[in-house]
Nanobody, 124 residues
Framework: QVQLVESGGGLVQSGVSLRLSCAVS????????MGWFRQTPGKEREFIAV????????YYADSVKGRFTISGDNAKNVMFLQMNSLKPEDTAVYYC?????????????????WGQGTQVTVSS
């Protein structure tokens, strides 16, 4: 059974940094891909970033490019999302997702497993 557990969310002020973690158990993700999405009430879950675990290739949504960085520690089965220069519009529940097969995917259907989400709130 594959499980993903996010951590690191919280309430922060605009302009500061925050790092989210996603621990994966039940599967080694070195051959897959990991992604981050976020969702606010009444809106669809939005793609943020993805990393292909075998080669470290990454891709970002325009809304976070240059501010957020996705990375992974294959040895520890942990993925990170470093979020800098946070803005109030970054407020959302953040979800990590795991794709068994490698490759860059930006849609919800591209992923096989999901975490439970962690709340990030950025105050102005």
């Amino acid at each position: 059974q594959v499980q993903l557990v996010e951590s690191g969310g919280g309430l922060v002020q605009s302009g500061v940094s925050l790092r989210l973690s996603c621990a994966v158990s039940g599967r080694t993700f070195s051959s897959g891909a990991m992604g981050w999405f976020r969702q606010t009430p009444g809106k669809e879950r939005e793609f943020i970033a993805v990393i292909n675990c075998s080669d470290g290739n990454t891709y970002y949504a325009d809304s976070v490019k240059g501010r957020f960085t996705i990375s992974g520690d294959n040895a520890k089965n942990v993925m990170f999302l470093q979020m800098n220069s946070l803005k109030p519009e970054d407020t959302a529940v953040y979800y990590c997702a795991f794709r068994l097969r490698g490759g860059i995917r930006t849609t919800i259907r591209g992923y096989d497993y999901w975490g439970q989400g962690t709340q990030v709130t950025v105050s102005s």
